[in-house]
């Protein structure tokens, strides 16, 4: 938009410059090209009026003129007698005496101005004037009789008259660039000026669009971007205050279940410890496995509603020490079922990262947790850290259990999907790799499902590099996090 309104502005500049600037060049030209015609006539006149005389005196005071003319101006002159012999002996005759103009000027009385060229003028002005016998060299009154005995012919080259010129418009045209250039500038200022309050409320409209609620545009600019910068910040606070309102419901009500969803498995518990029929055992297992899941699914919906609220910001960390920390957790789980935990990768001091406090660990811990519910037995689990350019560390976790379609990728960081059995793990509550997306896009990072080599899964989370120091994080005690 600034640069359409540049270019309006000094069009409209260039337009106003040409309705002023070249009417005044042409007509200067004119004039330029008449003030010499006019000149030039008066001189064949005056001369003519010399010739016309007849005596001796008079034509040495022509050839006189003649000759300080052609010194002082860039003319010269030709004299013809009625019989186109040469009628002043000094002066030349014209180079072709029976020219149309010299024909009409002999016979008619005609005078001629050739300026050799239509298009403003040629190399010289041809000025070719009769010459009456008599003192006035001009036609007689009428009755009398009237002889023309000869012409008087001036040669003026026009290269200083074209070098005026070229000086004219020349003059105006660097003068119309300098206008124009003053005025892309001028016009610059006032379109940043002008599209400010704009580009304020398009700032406020991308961080909004991010998932920054806190964003606000103020309140500037004319008339009607302030009536709309009100009415979006209006708009903000009330879509602020509601989804903060859904956070903090979602984060009580998922605290809220925790006790008595904790209770409930523990006196379900107690009951399966005093019952020896094998039935009433088995229901029981399945309603403890239920309020297992749920309870799962309460401390997802906790996790993701503290998630969406940031209310940390990212900080550098060592990635490679914080993933052996967690990988040291998973162990014992894992090797309960023979699966193979293994760390590789090219970074081997580890990359510094940028992530929340305690986001990276439960992204590991959601991950690792899938990978493992849909590990075969004696499966191995492959742990990648890498660094991918100045700007990114890459983090993969491939494990060798179904896989996923490509439809399935596309859905599996939907909110409670969790596909067909076996793909997101046995006992998932569907918000795992919700939790995971939102933390790794919360700390500027992103994530993507693909086909591991062999089969099976890759989790690829790209984490934006640090440039702070390693920081040491110590070992973490406690058992794995759920995952989903």
């Not at 200067?28 to 001189?43: F, I, P």
């Amino acid at each position: 938009m600034i640069k359409r309104l540049i270019v309006s502005y000094v069009a409209l500049v260039a337009v106003a410059l040409a309705a002023f600037t070249v009417p005044v060049a042409f007509t200067l030209t004119a004039q330029l090209r008449g003030d010499t015609e006019e000149s030039v006539r008066r001189e064949a006149t005056t001369m003519a009026l010399l010739l016309g005389d007849g005596d001796e005196p008079a034509r040495q005071a022509l050839a006189r003129m003649a000759g300080a003319y052609a010194d002082e101006t860039p003319g010269t002159v030709e004299v013809v007698a009625a019989d186109g012999r040469s009628a002043v002996p000094p002066l030349p005759l014209p180079a072709q005496p029976d020219d149309p103009a010299i024909r009409d000027a002999l016979r008619r009385g005609v005078t001629t101005v050739d300026w050799g060229s239509r298009l403003v003028w040629g190399p010289e002005l041809v000025l070719t004037v009769p010459v009456y016998e008599g003192r006035h060299a001009l036609p007689h009154p009428a009755g009398e009789e009237e002889r023309i005995v000869g012409a008087v012919r001036i040669r003026y080259a026009t290269a200083d008259l074209t070098d005026r010129l070229w000086r004219i418009w020349g003059f105006r045209a660097i003068l119309a660039v300098g206008v124009l250039a003053v005025a892309a500038g001028l016009g610059a200022v006032v379109a940043r000026l002008l599209t400010k309050p704009l580009r304020q409320l398009n700032d406020m409209a991308s961080r909004f669009g991010d998932g920054d609620l806190t964003a606000r545009s103020p309140v500037t600019g004319p008339r009607e971007t302030r009536t709309l910068a009100r009415t979006l910040n209006q708009g903000a606070e009330r879509l602020d205050t509601l989804v903060a309102s859904q956070r903090i419901f979602v984060a009580d009500a998922s605290h809220q279940l925790r006790t008595p969803l904790t209770a409930l498995r523990l006196s379900l518990d107690n009951i399966a410890d005093g019952v020896d029929d094998d039935f009433v055992r088995e229901d029981v297992d399945q309603a403890t496995a239920e309020v297992v899941r749920m309870s799962r699914l309460v401390s997802g919906l906790l996790v993701l509603a503290r998630a969406e609220a940031k209310v940390a910001a990212p900080e550098p960390l060592a990635l490679r020490e914080l993933v052996e920390d967690r990988l040291n957790v998973w162990r014992p789980a894992a090797d309960e079922r023979g699966v193979t935990i293994r760390l590789t990768g090219t970074a081997d001091d580890g990359p510094r990262v940028l992530a929340g406090p305690g986001n990276l660990d439960q992204v590991l811990d959601n991950v690792l947790s899938n990978a493992l519910e849909v590990s075969p037995d004696r499966g191995t689990i492959t742990v990648r850290v890498e660094t991918c350019g100045p700007e990114e560390a890459v983090l993969e976790v491939l494990d060798q259990g179904p896989g996923m379609t490509a439809a399935e990728q596309a859905r599996a960081f939907d909110r409670f999907w969790r596909g067909q059995q076996g793909l997101t793990g046995r006992t998932g509550s569907g918000l795992g790799l919700a939790i995971v997306k939102q933390l790794v896009t919360d700390d500027g990072g992103r994530v993507a499902l693909r086909d591991a080599p062999g089969g099976g899964l890759c989790v690829r989370i790209g984490l934006r590099t640090a440039a702070e120091g390693p920081r040491r994080i110590s070992p973490r005690p406690g058992a794995p996090r759920s995952g989903g």
